[in-house]
Structure formats: C-alpha cells, structure tokens
C-alpha cells in the first residue's frame, strides 16, 4: 500500500464533511473518485496531501504512520521535520493549476527540486525537460504561466508535481476549470501516467475517463464512501441507490 | 546675493532633505514588512498593539509625533538625551512611514490567492520558503504603484522637519526669501521638489516595468 487512510473523520464547525471514511491505494493502481458537489472529496484529498489536518483516523504512507488518534481521541500528527518526509511522498494537481506566476514553465518545475529536496540544477533542470517533452509542452519551457492556454497550464502543473518523484499523485478535478476542448490534452496525458503505472488518485466528473483509465471507482456522498469497486461494475450495474442517481444525471 | 550663492546655500539644505528621505526610506521599508508580519501574529497582544500603533500614527499629524519624539524623552521621562534633534526627526518619520507601508504590505500579501500557500506547502517548501520564494515578489510587484504614491508623499515630508528646526530645503527658503526679499527661494525649492518627484517617478517606473515579464 502506498497510502492508507483508516477510519478518517473530518468537520468543519459543527458540518461532519468526512465520517469514517476508510480508504487505501495500491502501488501502480489507479482510483477515481466521484460524487456530487460537497461530498467531501476535496476535503479527502486535502487530508491525505496534510492540506487538512484530519480530527481522527490515521494515515500511513508505505506503511509508516503519519497521523493517528491518540488514546484521548485527538488526531496527533508525526513531528514538523516527519512530516516533510510524509509531504514528499505525494504530489497534488488543483483545479485551478496554482502555478507560480513568477517563475517561467522550467522554474516551476525545477524550484521545489532544487530548493526543497536539494537536488541539483542540472539534474532538476534534466527531469523538467523531460517531463515538459512527456507532458508536449518543452517548447514553452521558458514560457510564463500567463502566455500558456489553460491546458497547457494544468499540464505544466502535472509536470511541476511529477518532478518532485512523488509514489502517489492526486488530482483535484483536474479539467474542471478548463474549456471543454482543452480537457482532452490533459486527460491524455493523465491516461498515459496510467500507462506507464504511476499511482494516482483523480477526483473527476469525467465518467468515460474514469471508467477508461481507472482500475477502481469510487463513488462519494455526504462524507461517507457509498460504493467502490472495479469501474464496469460501478457504472453499469450500480448497487447503491444513490449511485444510480447519481450516473443517472450523467448519462445523454 | 547672486542667484549662484542663492542655490549654493539652499544646495545644503537640499542634502539635509535629501538625507532625511533617504533614512526614512531605509528604515521604514524593512521596518513595515516587519509590522505587516507582527500584525498577523499568533498572539493576541501583539495583534493589539501593532493595531493600536498603526491607528495612532494615522490619526495624528505626523509634525505633532515629531514634537512628541523630540520632547518626550524629557517631558515624560526627564531624559536629557545630547544630540536627540536628528535622532528624534528620523525616528518620527520611519516609524509613521512604517505604519503606512505595512498597510501596504498587509493589503498585498493578502492578495496573494491561497492556492499559491497550498501548492507551496505540497511541494513541501518551509514557511520561510514560501515566503521569500513564492509571496514574496508576488507582493512586491502588486505594491508597486501604493509605495511610488507613498514615497512621492515622502519626499514632500520631508519639509515637515522644520518642525525640529532641521534645516532642510524649504526653511532654508523662507529664510533667504525673508533676508533678501526674494520669491526666488521658492521656486528654487520647488524645482527642487518637483525633479525629486520626477526621478522617484522614473525610477519606480522601472522597478514597475522590470517586473512587467509576468501577470
Ligand atoms: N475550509 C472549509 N471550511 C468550512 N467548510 C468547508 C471547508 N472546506 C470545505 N467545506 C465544506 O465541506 C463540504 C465538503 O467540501 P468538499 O470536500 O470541497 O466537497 P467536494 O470536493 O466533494 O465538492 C462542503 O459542504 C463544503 O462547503
Ligand atoms: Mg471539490
């Protein structure tokens, strides 16, 4: 297992956004999750990238504890230079790209690995030409945020966490914010990670995308995990109510 | 007196301006990241102060916070400083430009979209990273046209030292246009003013256009 959240809860105030939520990724697999709006399934992820600190459950990364509840009932986290190392284990692509305005393409991809893990610039530099010639954007490596289209955007912000060699990516609607013709080119590339068994987690609304590229679904409603399991049987023969309702709004 | 030994003799007083500009600006630019940063402190206390500060020096005339910087040390505290005249000007004025430019810089770091602190902080950056590599120079460029309006009001300020009998570019005016009853001194010191203003213009110009490489 790569990662392994057990019996994860979460509130905000007095809203429950995550009830006992379990949930684990295998090395090499792929997982999608969907679900209505508000369900939780950003809130999911921000708890696994420690965006979010979780108020009870734990989580563990290739089978080391990052977090857990303690015997009176607190979730404790492992100490701030731990945490560093749990942080480097994974990689999140938002909605909204959040790339840095002020670095160009290449130093979006090279800062974090030179200046966080310490690498140096020719290898950094190496590693982004690489993945901006995977991602086919290394003509635009010396490019700002700003002259790229929104695609082009979201695959530099791909790039930027691959080149941080995280075991597991996870992605936060990642074509939510794009125009529908832009979505394609990013969806691609996610399907050739698949490809090539980089483990990833893709919240989506994109259900041919999901059913194509994942080996597992998951389907989220109102802080809990309604049902999961192997793509074809989520959607095409849905066990939960919910879900049917659901892929019901989906479908043409 | 020839217009010569006029503008020779007002030439002194337009360092002394120039002096109290330039401290100001040293102090005071660092010294309102420091605030802008105090002010979003965890601890309550240092949360009230800084705000209690920054209320006061904007409340009050900056020619009285010069008087109470000079005076007080004795009138509070029965100080007798020696030297205190220049010492008392340049603190009044870093500590009021300070106030303004930490408002400034408050207003532009939280400008900055959260997104930018989120994707830094799964990238793994430290606090201090973040900061100085991602908000930063953000920041800096979002300023930029704030603090030119901030140091152009400066440099008119910096007539206020007379307040402390500083002899700076204007006082010196007054007086030669006193002694030999001449409106020349003003318009000395008014060109004076207005090519000062023209070249913090110019550079702040600059500064704007250099960082123009990116939205
Ligand atoms: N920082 C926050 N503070 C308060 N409520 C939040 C916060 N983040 C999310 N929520 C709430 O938690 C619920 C789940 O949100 P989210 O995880 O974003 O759902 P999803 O990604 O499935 O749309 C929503 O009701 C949302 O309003
Ligand atoms: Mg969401």
């Known amino acids: 297992m790569i990662i392994e959240m057990n019996n994860i809860e979460k509130h905000f105030g007095d809203l429950e956004v995550l009830k006992d939520i379990s949930f684990g990724v295998d090395s090499g697999e792929v997982v999608s999750i969907i679900g209505p709006s508000g369900s939780g399934k950003s809130t999911l992820l921000r708890c696994a990238t420690f965006l979010e600190t979780i108020d009870g459950g734990e989580i563990l990364y290739m089978g080391k504890r990052a977090a857990h509840t303690d015997a009176g009932g607190h979730a404790v986290y492992v100490h701030q230079n731990e945490l560093r190392r749990f942080r480097s284990y994974c990689g999140l692509v938002f909605q909204q790209f959040n790339l840095f305005p002020h670095y160009s393409v290449l130093k979006n991809l090279t800062d974090a690995p030179m200046h966080v893990q310490g690498r140096s610039k020719e290898e950094a530099e190496e590693t982004a030409m690489e993945l901006l010639g995977k991602m086919g954007i290394a003509d635009r490596a010396n490019a700002y945020p700003y002259q790229l289209s929104g695609g082009q955007q979201q695959r530099v912000a791909i790039a930027r966490a691959l080149a941080m060699k995280p075991e597991i990516l996870f992605f936060d609607e990642p074509t939510s914010a794009l125009d529908p013709e832009l979505t394609g080119e990013v969806l691609k590339v996610i399907r050739q990670l698949a490809d090539e068994h980089m483990t990833m987690v893709v919240v989506t609304h994109e259900m041919p995308f999901a059913k194509a590229v994942s080996n597992r679904v998951l389907f989220m409603d109102g802080g809990v995990i309604v049902e999961q399991g192997d793509p074809n049987e989520v959607f095409e023969n849905p066990k939960e109510e919910r879900t049917k309702q659901f892929l019901r709004v989906f479908e043409r | ?215």
């Open chain 2, 1 to 215: 007196m020839t217009l010569s030994t006029m503008f020779t003799t007002m030439s002194v007083g337009m360092l002394r301006s120039f002096a109290v500009f330039m401290l100001t600006l040293l102090g005071s630019l660092p010294l309102g990241m420091v605030v802008a940063l105090l002010k979003k402190s965890r601890f309550k206390v240092v949360r009230a102060l800084i705000n209690a500060y920054i209320s006061v020096i904007r409340g009050t005339p900056l020619m009285l916070q010069l008087l109470v910087w000079y005076f007080g040390p004795f009138y509070l505290f029965g100080l007798n400083i020696g030297n205190w005249r220049f010492p008392a000007l340049i603190l009044g004025f870093v500590v009021n430009y300070a106030a303004y430019f930490a408002e400034i810089y408050r207003g532009g770091i939280e400008s900055i979209p959260v997104g930018q602190y989120e994707a830094a902080e799964v990238l793994g950056y430290t606090r201090t990273q973040t900061f100085m590599r991602i908000i930063l120079p953000q920041v800096v460029k979002r300023i930029m046209p704030s603090v030119t309006n901030e140091v152009i009001t400066l440099v008119k300020d910096t007539s206020l030292a007379f307040t402390l009998a500083y002899q700076e570019v204007f006082s010196l005016a007054k007086q030669i246009s006193a002694s030999q009853t001449s409106f020349m001194p003003f318009l000395i010191a008014g060109v004076f003013y207005f090519v000062a203003n023209y070249v913090v213009e110019f550079v702040m110009g600059r500064i704007e256009k250099a960082l123009d490489y990116y939205k």
